[in-house]
């Protein structure tokens, strides 16, 4: 059974970087995908960017420009940093794994990042 | 790139059916086979319960239907249950390996 258990900071101020981690346990990286999702009061699920197991990543154009996901296979974690947050980057983000196919099975517990000055 | 489209609101009494549509543009929803729905309790992590359109996990009631016509998809929910009460999400590939999601949609069983 893969579980996800993500962790990083909850409270940043407007320009800050927002750092994530995420823990899979249960399967080792190979064949899938490693997603960060995020939910805004506003706008819903958002899809945020994804990593493979060779270290390739693609992001939400949106996004891009603020967004990098790294892995470390050796602790089998994944890890999400967004700079220059404002307000606009509250929300509950969560990692989660697209098995080889377009959707995402498993998801972490969700972390609530809030951006205040 | 855009979100999809979803009603904000659907309602239905229990034993009916329900559907949600999700539409999008050619870049994704219609060009594409790779249409997922996401049911998301709030607090608890979202579950998928329709993917590649029209296939369904293991677990997942055969209350819960996919399909696509067009750049619009759909997700039908027959002989709803209170339980099935939850806000409903679609999500789309979109080429160039990146995704997208719906604005979801909050389904009250009246």
């Known amino acids: 059974q893969v579980q996800l258990q993500q962790w990083g900071t909850g409270l940043l101020k407007p320009s800050e970087t927002l750092s994530l981690t995420c823990a899979v346990y249960?399967?080792?990286?190979?064949?899938?995908?490693w997603n960060w999702i995020r939910q805004t009061p506003g706008k819903g699920l958002e899809w945020i960017g994804e990593?493979?197991?060779?270290?390739?990543?693609n992001y939400d154009p949106s996004l891009k420009s603020r967004v990098t996901i790294s892995m470390d296979t050796s602790k089998n974690q994944f890890s999400l940093k967004m700079t220059a947050v404002t307000a606009a980057d509250t929300a509950v983000y969560y990692c989660?794994?697209?098995?080889?196919?377009?959707?995402?099975?498993?998801w972490g517990q969700g972390s609530l990042v809030t951006v205040s000055s | 790139q855009s979100a999809l489209t979803q009603p904000r609101s659907v309602s239905g009494s229990p034993g009916q059916s329900v559907t949600i549509s999700c539409t999008g543009t050619?870049?994704?929803?219609?060009?594409?086979?790779?249409v997922s729905w996401y049911q998301h309790h709030p607090g608890k992590a979202p579950k998928v319960v329709i993917y590649?359109?029209?296939k369904r996990p293991s677990g997942v009631p055969d209350r819960f239907s996919g399909s696509k016509f067009g750049n619009t998809a759909s997700l039908t929910i027959s002989g709803l249950q209170a339980e099935d009460e939850s806000d409903y999400y679609c999500?789309?590939?979109?080429?160039?390996?990146?995704?997208?999601f719906g604005g979801g949609t909050k389904l009250t069983v009246l």
């Open positions: 989660s794994r697209r098995p080889g196919r377009y959707y995402f099975d498993y």
């Open positions: 249960g399967e080792s990286f190979s064949g899938d995908y």
């Open positions: 990593i493979t197991q060779s270290g390739s990543a």
């Open positions: 590649d359109v029209t």
């Open positions: 050619s870049s994704n929803v219609g060009g594409y086979n790779y």
């Open positions: 999500c789309s590939y979109a080429g160039s390996y990146t995704l997208v």
